[in-house]
């Protein structure tokens, strides 16, 4: 055992050259500022979706899904994964040791026998080896490890961005749900008050003051408002089939909240404009940007190739015929194997796995610079629309106010005789599609909200804001064993 230990000494102390290349991350492919570069703030802090959904209906929705939902458990798992493999790749740079106890006996026959007679020979065995260590002398492990490590690091930024992105989906079903159970509501206020009109013809129609085509007219309202109200009943079956399934458990009873209600409709703003350098903080981007450190990695394993290997095997313990004297002075015995491995001729093997890993290092470069500009186009196209649907909400507002003015003057013309009942449906018609319009927009104005908060990188912690607004360093990995 002696003699082994200044090999493992060696061995141990070696390893320290690679040949991975420096990583430099790729420059910002999109300008500096999104949004309104007069106003681009360089950091914004994002509360936890506690603070930011004040519903508690919606808080326990979303606590919910983080318990229940399958993507997100494949995410976790997906990371637990990438942990083991890391652990196992970061192995290869320790030898592995054993102890291993062996013994033999065997018979000889005499006509095989060199003295002529039968012999039965015995032979037993302790010793601790070092089972096929390779000598990590141009880092072709290390590489290795890295590569494991940044993938690792990966699938944990997978696994943010799907937590976030549950968040927002959750917010977002539940949102649906509340607008399309308004847009219920106003669908069943529609029949009812088509109902009433069918009465009100249909008696002036008894009583002479009124022409049957007025009765089939309110009639075929009467039927175009319940077909409304029952396309509205299977899209809130359907909202809470999808919002189930983000939950991953059955759905409450949902009250009927308006997604005007101060509860729902009252979101955390961002500002109006951003720096780009914020964006380097999503999970997507740090995602791709640890697979590329995980490609470029691989590219000294590729290289480290070219080198040579050396590789040992060795074993100290002892031996002897006797099993009683197995301990006795005398009896010790070792063994050192080590071999090296020069490539000379791999038909061109080693420059394709080369060639292959600077080409996929290109392709997370090129994945790196794609996710910033659709991170950047998504940021940027929420800010805009954010002017654009307030702007329309107001102008939906006072559309309805117009419509329900209309719907007055024109149900007092007809019950004055001044006017058909042609005048009173197209009214109301109408109102119906100002009033549901006018919800469709107040969802998308709370839809955008989330969109912004998700895509800067808020919903990660129920109660603690995110600070977004320093560029992280290159020097973000952890310590490697």
């Known amino acids: 055992m002696k003699r082994l230990t200044p090999a493992l000494i060696i061995a141990l102390g070696l390893g320290g050259c690679t040949l991975m290349p420096d990583y430099q991350r790729p420059d910002n492919p999109v300008p500096k500022d999104v949004g309104a570069s007069s106003q681009a703030q360089d950091s914004v802090v994002l509360p936890g979706w506690e603070t930011l959904f004040q519903d508690n209906q919606l808080r326990a929705l979303i606590s919910n899904a983080l318990a229940n939902n399958r993507d997100l458990r494949l995410a976790m798992l997906d990371v637990k994964a990438a942990r083991a493999q890391y652990g196992i790749q970061g192995a290869d740079l320790f030898p592995e040791i054993g102890v291993n106890a062996d013994g033999s006996r065997s018979r000889v026959p005499a006509d095989l026998s060199s003295t002529g007679s039968s012999t039965i020979t015995s032979q037993y065995g302790v010793d601790l080896g070092v089972a096929s260590y390779e000598l990590d002398l141009f880092g072709r492990v290390r590489s290795l490890k890295e590569s494991a490590l940044q993938t690792y690091l990966a699938t944990e930024e997978a696994q943010r961005s799907a937590k976030i992105t549950l968040v927002s989906e959750v917010a977002n079903a539940y949102l649906t749900l509340l607008a399309d159970k308004q847009n219920l509501r106003i669908s069943q206020e529609t029949v009812d008050a088509q109902q009433e009109s069918v009465n009100l013809v249909r008696n002036r129609y008894n009583a002479g003051l009124g022409s049957e085509l007025d009765v089939r007219q309110a009639e075929i309202a009467l039927e175009t408002a319940r077909t409304n109200r029952a396309q509205y009943r299977r899209l809130v079956s359907e909202d809470r089939n999808a919002l189930a399934v983000l939950v991953g458990a059955p759905v409450p009873v949902i009250p009927n909240t308006s997604v005007i209600d101060p509860a729902v409709s009252l979101l955390t703003d961002v500002p109006a404009g951003l720096s780009s350098d914020v964006l380097l903080q999503r999970p997507d981007i740090q995602q791709a940007e640890h697979n590329l450190k995980s490609a470029s990695a691989n590219i000294g394993a590729a290289r480290a190739a070219f080198y040579p290997s050396i590789t040992l095997t060795g074993s100290a313990g002892t031996a002897s015929s006797e099993l009683s004297g197995l301990f006795d002075g005398g009896s010790g015995a070792w063994s050192f194997a080590p071999s090296i491995n020069l490539p000379i001729f791999t038909a061109g093997k ?132």
């Open 350 to 481: 080693n420059q394709a796995n080369l060639d292959l890993a600077e080409i996929q290092r290109d392709q997370q470069v090129a994945q790196y610079e794609l996710t910033i500009q659709n991170a950047f186009q998504e940021v940027a196209d929420a800010l805009a629309a954010r002017n654009f649907l307030a702007e329309q909400e107001t102008a939906q507002a006072a559309l309805v106010k117009a419509t329900e003015r209309s719907l007055n003057l024109a149900e007092d013309r007809y019950e004055a005789g001044a006017d058909d009942y042609l005048a009173v449906l197209d009214a109301r018609r109408e109102l119906l599609s100002a009033r549901q319009a006018l919800v469709s927009v107040k969802l998308q104005k709370l839809t955008n909200r989330i969109t912004l908060y998700r895509a800067l990188g808020g919903g990660e912690s129920p109660d603690q804001a995110t600070v977004i607004g320093q560029k992280p360093t290159q020097d973000e990995t952890p310590a490697q064993g």
